[in-house]
């Protein structure tokens, strides 16, 4: 059985899970074993956008929660339309599918406070990354700010009266922010296949000329992929003292971002949670070596 240390601030041993928007339903299922088998032997947790939804469905024990929240409602027309964007709508509804969770796949904030857990967010003034500590009554206003992504939603939720947007549009994969932490032995959970590398997108350039009037933003989305990458160099090079296992899909694992299709989206699932036993096996093995 696997322990996990409540109201703790240790930090030694940390989980991080990449976004993607719909390619997270693969952690979804890993991390639906994991709770299936009762493995937990972390310390310290920090996501961003889907990511930080996995792990918030994950410290509730809320089992097939998040398999729910993408099969069931991420892949309706109430949630994402391009039609709807174009009468000047969102294109992704975060406030209808925020209405949908509290209804229906409502979180445990309480337990989920129990954990050393960081949601990252971006502040839209400065283009810096945030990370805020998961506290029950601003967790839902925390999550829904790091899932939510500028252009396709209009307008932007705020906190402490300043406008904020998705986690990933600074730092995608918060190696770096664990390892600041103190964290020594670090799974990370992507969305991507371990051969990617991110190219310089069209759309960071267009959403760098759309708020060309937050310079600091705009260098920050032009530089998405370059820090992309260099997270990528750091978790394949750790620093000394520090090591990292990088859990990534298989070659089959075809999602992309935006996939609406049911079929892809539980044969991604099912993908995890094959994952899960050479996941752990691979953990323990870290942790008897240390």
Not at 2 to 27: C, D, P, Q
């Amino acid at each position: 059985m696997y322990v996990n240390a409540f109201m703790t601030t240790e930090t030694s041993k940390a989980l991080i899970v990449e976004g993607g928007a719909m390619r997270g339903i693969y952690t979804t299922g890993l991390l639906d074993e994991f709770l299936e088998k009762k493995f937990n032997p972390f310390n310290f947790y920090c996501g961003v956008s889907a990511g930080a939804l996995n792990i918030s469905a994950y410290l509730a024990g809320m089992k097939e929660r998040n398999l729910r929240l993408y099969t069931e409602f991420a892949t309706r027309p109430e949630f994402m339309s391009a039609s709807r964007y174009l009468k000047g709508g969102h294109f992704l509804d975060m406030d209808w599918m925020w209405q949908m969770m509290e209804r229906h796949l409502k979180l445990d904030h309480q337990k989920i406070a129990k954990h050393n857990f960081h949601v990252g967010i971006t502040d839209m003034n400065n283009g810096k990354t945030l990370f805020k500590q998961a506290k029950a009554e601003t967790l839902d206003n925390i999550l829904k700010i790091s899932s939510t992504l500028p252009f396709f939603y209009r307008g932007f939720h705020r906190l402490d009266n300043r406008p904020m947007t998705d986690g990933g549009m600074g730092d995608a994969i918060p190696v770096r922010h664990a390892i600041e932490q103190g964290a020594k032995q670090i799974m990370v959970v992507r969305s991507r296949l371990q051969d990617y590398r991110q190219q310089t997108k069209l759309a960071d350039n267009f959403l760098a000329f759309i708020f060309r009037n937050k310079p600091e933003l705009a260098k920050i989305l032009k530089r998405r992929s370059e820090r992309y990458n260099e997270t990528i160099e750091l978790i394949r090079n750790p620093p000394a003292g520090v090591d990292i296992l990088e859990v990534c899909p298989p070659p089959g694992f075809k999602i992309s971002r935006l996939d609406r299709s049911k079929e892809n989206l539980f044969k991604g699932y099912e993908l995890g949670r094959k994952a899960a036993d050479s996941v752990i096996d691979q953990w323990q093995k870290m942790t008897i070596t240390k």
